[in-house]
Structures are given as structure tokens and as C-alpha cells.
């Protein structure tokens, strides 16, 4: 029996429901009504079942398959479907391929193909990079209501200085669903980035994104919370939001997480999960972590508590977190690794290294390493003995209320 263009769309319509069931067999049930469709020669059934195939929805992932129902669809004048095949062959790093069919497809007036398209010319994916074409794809893609094109077309105008017709769009790519404006609307509105502060609008809109499954808005919240910065200070609270980040793999969280654990900040003291989490971040080559784990282990090592083997050990484990990140210019990571060549702790005494490793620290404003080149001038450290140069690096530190500069300078006689 031959079903009528309704018949086939009520149908069609069935299986959907189907498909976005919680319950398998239904699941099963919708993929199977969609697959009769297509098999029938329905468009819309065989584009659908070539996303299934694409993305592994329901059915085992199969790329072959998927190229076969989008080459079916698109014989019919099925648009998104050629944007199927580009995107299959995206995944397959058949770049020039994807390129040649997105770029049909915005053509023939995909919205969806013409942001693809502005993102290929923007990341020279296929092409040349192009931000000028980019732009270009990415407002005919805006004009027919495409959020993410707009979210991308903001970041275009945000990079190029244009501040306010890149925040407009974010903000209202923000406000029509965009998780990721809704992310990076939050970070401006909490770091003053490209806007004034306001925190009330950074909750806003990182409840927004967080809500969606935002793992930085999800870690972002729980700092706020942590702090009382815009919101009435919760610790457990905080805890909540680094988890949640953290079970997504966010390296932030398992900083804040971490330290909370070892400190006792919002949950009980676990130093166990602390440090594995801090251990895991640094490995992800975060500086944070790598400072934090640099400056646990040296206090054990400085706590008398272990013997001469195991504080070796805690020593080496000191200087190899504040070696990496020293080497991405990490101010207190360069301090604290100078005093630690100084004072021939794990590494061999190397006072010029000692006083490099301060220069590069004091370069960033780091104030403890200007009382650090003080107390060397002051001493004789790896420099001669200069009582007027130690006095003017005391002072520099002072100027940012350095209590150990200030102390320094009374000694002195200095203020």
C-alpha cells in the first residue's frame, strides 16, 4: 500500500517520537519506522537515518552507511543532506571533500552549510584561511536565524576590536541558546573582559550555560561560591559545581577541587583525592596545579616528618612542578625554584641560576622574588654586596605592601 505525502510525514513524525524516548525498545522501534521510510524513499527518513548512521545515535556508527542514505536524499533535493555527507567526510579528514560539499550546500542556501562553511574558511580547513569569507558565510547564515553563526560572527568583531557589534551578537546569541555565548558572556561580565564587571549578569548567564552542561561556567559558579564574590559565600555549595566540572574532565575544577580536599574548604580534610586530583591537573599541564603541587610537596618535605629518603623525595618532587612550570613563566613557580637552587635543595647550588630565575620573577611584579634579589644584594648572594641596590628592590616590593620588604626596609633604616 502506497502511502500519501501525509501519511508518509505522520509517519515519519511517529518514529521522531520514537527516537527521543527514554525507553530503548522505543528507541528501537522509531529507528526501525525511520529505516522502513527511507527504504520507501521518504527524503526526510533517509537524511535522518544517514545522521543516525553519522553519529552513532541508536545504531552502531557507520560512516559508509551514512554517505550512502545522504547520497540518496541529496538526489532528491535534499539540502541539509549534502551538508551530511560534507560533515561524514569532515570525520573521515577528507577535508577537501567536506569543503567541496558544504560549500555546495551554502550555495544552494543551507543555513547550516553557510556557518560550516564561514568555520572552514575561518580555521583554513579545505581552504585557505579566509576571515574575510568567513565573515561573509557567516552573516547569510545569521540572516536566516542561525545562533551559532551569530556566536561565531561576535568572536570574529570581538578579535578584531570591534567591541560592541561583537558583544551585541554574543549577548544575543547568549539569549537565544547558545551555550558557548552564554559561557563567554559570563567570563566577560565576571572578568570585565571587553565589558564593565557585573557580576549579577556573569550568574546570569554561567546558570545558563552551566545548566547546559558547561563544565568552565559549572567550575566558574563554584569559584563565585567559594568566595561570596556576587553571591552569598557557600563552600559546599562550591564543592557541588566543582564536581560536576570535574566529572566532564574540566582541569580548573580539579584544582579548586583538589585544594579544597587537601584544606578542608566546603568538605572534609581527604588528602588523598586532593593530591590525586591536583596530580591529574598538573599532568594536563595546568600551572596552577603544578605550583600547588610543587608547594605540597616541599612542605612535606620541610615538615620534619619523613626521613631523609622520603624528604629526597618530596624535594625532587618540589622541583620537578616548579621546573615545568617555570618554564611557562610562572612567577612564584621561578621564586620559589630560585631559593631551592640557592639553597642547593635537591639540585646543585647554582646561586647565578638562583638570581636568574628571581630577575625573571621580578620582571612580572612578583614582589617576593624583589624582596628575594634584596636579601641576595643585602648578603652577597650570587651578587656583590650592595646595600643600596637591596634597599631599591625592598622598595619596589613595598610599593605592593610587602610585609617582608616593609620589615626589611625598618631594618634598615630605610623609611
Not at 554517505?67 to 551538508?83: C, H, T
Not at 550546500?105 to 553557510?114: L, V
Not at 552564554?182 to 548567564?205: E, I, P, R, V
Request: aromatic fraction near 10%; charge should be negative; hydrophobic fraction near 35%.
Amino acid at each position: 500500500m502506497i502511502m500519501t505525502t501525509d501519511e508518509l510525514s505522520a509517519r515519519y513524525d511517529m518514529g521522531e517520537k520514537y527516537l527521543s524516548s527514554d525507553d530503548e525498545k522505543e528507541q528501537r522501534h522509531g529507528v526501525e519506522i525511520i529505516g522502513e521510510l527511507a527504504i520507501e524513499g521518504y527524503m526526510p527518513a533517509q537524511t535522518e537515518l544517514g545522521y543516525l548512521y553519522r553519529n552513532g545515535w541508536y545504531v552502531p556508527k557507520n560512516s559508509q552507511k551514512a554517505l550512502n542514505w545522504f547520497q540518496k536524499a541529496s538526489e532528491q533535493g535534499d539540502i541539509e543532506a549534502i551538508v551530511g555527507a560534507g560533515l561524514v567526510y569532515s570525520d573521515m579528514e577528507d577535508d577537501e571533500k567536506a569543503f567541496i560539499l558544504i560549500k555546495e550546500a551554502a550555495e544552494k542556501g543551507s543555513a547550516t552549510g553557510q556557518r560550516l562553511l564561514g568555520e572552514l574558511y575561518e580555521d583554513g580547513i579545505g581552504v585557505t584561511a579566509d576571515s574575510y569569507e568567513a565573515v561573509i558565510w557567516y552573516r547569510k547564515a545569521v540572516q536566516q536565524g542561525d545562533v551559532a553563526a551569530k556566536y561565531f560572527l561576535g568572536s570574529i568583531y570581538l578579535h578584531d576590536n570591534n567591541i560592541e557589534e561583537g558583544l551585541r551578537l554574543t549577548e544575543e546569541a547568549a539569549e537565544a541558546g547558545n551555550k558557548n555565548a552564554q559561557d563567554d558572556m559570563g567570563d566577560y561580565y565576571h572578568y570585565g573582559t571587553y565589558s564593565d564587571k557585573n557580576l549579577d549578569k556573569a550568574l546570569y548567564f554561567y546558570d545558563k550555560a552551566a545548566s547546559q552542561g558547561v563544565a568552565n561556567s559549572q567550575t566558574e559558579i563554584g569559584i563565585m561560591l567559594q568566595n561570596g564574590e556576587g553571591i552569598e559565600k557557600d563552600e559546599a555549595a562550591a564543592i557541588n559545581c566543582f564536581k560536576d566540572a570535574v566529572e566532564q574532565g574540566n582541569t580548573i575544577a580539579k584544582v579548586y577541587l583538589g585544594l579544597a580536599y587537601i584544606c578542608g574548604q566546603g568538605t572534609d580534610v581527604d588528602e588523598d583525592k586532593g593530591w590525586n586530583l591536583l596530580t591529574q591537573a598538573a599532568d594536563e599541564g595546568n600551572v596552577v596545579a603544578m605550583v600547588s603541587c610543587g608547594r605540597q610537596a616541599y612542605d612535606l618535605a620541610d615538615s620534619g616528618q619523613y626521613d631523609e629518603a622520603e624528604t629526597r623525595n618530596y624535594l625532587e618532587m618540589a622541583g620537578s612542578y616548579f621546573s615545568e612550570a617555570a618554564k611557562q613563566e610562572d612567577a612564584e613557580a621561578q621564586w620559589r625554584l630560585g631559593w631551592m637552587y640557592i639553597g642547593g635543595e635537591y639540585f646543585n647550588q647554582d646561586e647565578q641560576v638562583g638570581i636568574e630565575l628571581f630577575r625573571k620573577a621580578v620582571n612580572q611584579d612578583f614582589s617576593p622574588a624583589m624582596v628575594a634579589l634584596g636579601i641576595c644584594y643585602e648578603e652577597g648572594i650570587g651578587v656583590p654586596k650592595d646595600k643600596s641596590t637591596a634597599i631599591s628592590y625592598y622598595k619596589k616590593a613595598a610599593m605592593q605592601n610587602d610585609e617582608d620588604a616593609i620589615d626589611a626596609l625598618k631594618r634598615l633604616n630605610a623609611i
